[in-house]
């Protein structure tokens, strides 16, 4: 596809349960990353992937956030024992290279909602 | 302290005039600066890139860096009520990750 590709757009869960959030960057970008957004705040930075080099994942909250990227292209983030301070939109971005061009293209995002 | 900070606003302006928007950040090592427009209910999108000190200009906006007080801004002249958005700065370093401010919101009176 042309942009950046998350899935799904929305997800209703229950406290405790386990949620998959995907992203699907624009083909040949090397750096992917993940940020939260909560209703009226700035973008909270997660993690980040850049080629082959070990992820940053110097942003994520808690040990119930993880974060692959499989092939140096689509990533999951998955969050385990969902709370309420989870609900938030999840905004994956890409971009090429890296230093001196960090461009980011970001998805629609994922709107989750714990109940 | 927040790595990088912007006052929230709203920052009230009327149709035509210059607009101000600040940031400041905390690592002196920072390289790379950027300000994302955000319309409510969208993803952000770049609008400005600056990498050295000064004033680099596009179109309406000129960005402005100062590395010694760690200070960028973003001007936009002859704001319209189109440009009424958040306003975010973004700051990277030699690693690539970006963080982001929390925002400014501009609202632009006709």
């Known amino acids: 596809g042309a942009g950046v590709s998350q899935s799904p757009s929305n997800k209703v869960t229950e406290k405790g349960k386990d949620v998959e959030l995907r992203c699907d960057p624009i083909?040949?970008?090397?750096?992917l990353y993940w940020y939260r957004q909560s209703l009226g705040q700035g973008l909270e930075f997660l993690i980040y992937?850049?080629?082959?080099?070990?992820?940053?994942k110097s942003g994520l909250p808690s040990d119930r956030f993880s974060a692959e990227r499989t092939g140096g292209s689509v990533s999951t983030l998955t969050i385990q024992r969902t709370q309420q301070e989870d609900s938030a939109v999840y905004l994956c971005?890409?971009?090429?290279?890296?230093?001196?061009?960090?461009?980011?293209?970001f998805g629609s995002g994922t709107q989750l909602s714990v109940l | 302290q927040k790595e990088v900070e912007q006052n929230s606003g709203p920052l009230s302006v009327p149709e035509g005039a210059i607009a101000s928007l600040n940031c400041t950040y905390s690592d002196r090592g920072s390289q790379s600066f950027f300000w994302y427009r955000q319309y409510s209910g969208k993803s952000p999108e770049l609008i400005m890139s600056?990498?050295?000190?000064g004033d680099k200009e596009d179109g309406r906006f000129t960005a402005q860096l100062n590395k010694a007080s760690q200070y960028v801004s973003l001007l936009i002249r002859d704001s319209q009520p189109s440009d009424s958005a958040t306003y975010l700065c973004?700051?990277?370093?030699?690693?690539?990750?970006?963080?982001f401010g929390q925002g400014t919101t501009l609202q632009v009176k006709p």
């Open positions: 973004a700051v990277s370093g030699n690693t690539g990750k970006l963080i």
């Open positions: 971005a890409s971009s090429l290279v890296a230093r001196g061009d960090e461009k980011l293209f």
């Open positions: 992937f850049q080629g082959n080099s070990a992820p940053d």
């Open positions: 600056i990498y050295s000190n």
């Open positions: 083909s040949g970008h090397t750096a």
